[in-house]
């Protein structure tokens, strides 16, 4: 379980993993209705989170959950900025779980 309104926690960076495929299904669009061009988009989207890029969403959910863990036991200088940070993609969040729309540059570019 993870606290609302912080879906950059979440599992191992399994939001942003969903936020990739999202984003490609989207943007790979042919807009065929038959169902068979429909699950081959939605494969090929969730096919777009490779291993590599996977570990990387990893990477970023576990240093917010460092960044949370540091500054609830009294954190440093360091922790203080991330947390400008945190609170700047909180003010964002659109909604529950919609780390796509809080950080677009990042899973686009990765």
């Given at each position: 379980m993870t606290p609302k309104k912080h879906?950059?926690?979440a599992g191992c960076g399994v939001e942003y993993g969903w936020g990739k495929s999202k984003?490609?299904?989207r943007h790979n669009n042919d807009y065929?209705?038959?169902a068979e061009a429909f699950e081959a988009r939605t494969?090929?989207?969730l096919?777009?989170?490779t291993l590599a890029r996977s570990?990387?969403?990893l990477r970023r959910a576990n240093d917010y959950k460092r960044a949370y863990?540091?500054?609830a036991l009294g954190g440093s200088a360091e922790a203080a900025a991330f947390y400008?940070?945190?609170e700047k993609i909180k003010k964002t969040c659109k909604s529950h779980r919609c780390t796509f729309d809080q950080v677009f540059k990042f899973i686009v570019s990765s």
């Open positions: 879906p950059e926690i984003y490609v299904f065929n209705p038959r494969r090929a989207a096919a777009s989170v570990r990387k969403y863990r540091e500054i400008a940070d945190i």
